[in-house]
């Protein structure tokens, strides 16, 4: 199993997740022009110094979106709650790892 059929392993299983459930990691998922910024930075730098591979990154790149969109909280439409969630969730795992190596400040 890949790293990306892990990522949609997981986003499978947040998808069953009950409605109410998934209800408050929408609103817990939303992010701001600055976080979109961000987030692509860090999938970036993560790949760029082989923390990630380029399918992983290229996954968390095409979730992401390569605007903010407000109309969706700002993620890309069409981009659920259970996918907001993993990439949100995976995005803070590359920063720490990130933060770790001295890479991005703390």
Known sequence: ???VDKLQRAVEIVRGLPTD????????????????????DWQARAQAHGLIS??????LYNNLGPVWMP???????????????VVTHAIGKVALALQL?????A
């Open 54 to 59: 380029a399918d992983v990154a290229t996954w």
């Open 101 to 105: 190596r001295g890479l991005v400040a």
């Open 71 to 85: 109309a969706n909280d700002g993620w890309p439409i069409g981009v659920d709650t259970a996918t907001k969630f």
């Open 21 to 40: 459930k998934l209800h408050v990691l929408d609103r817990a998922t939303a992010i701001t022009v600055m976080d979109h910024v961000t987030y692509h």
């Open 1 to 3: 199993m890949t790293s």
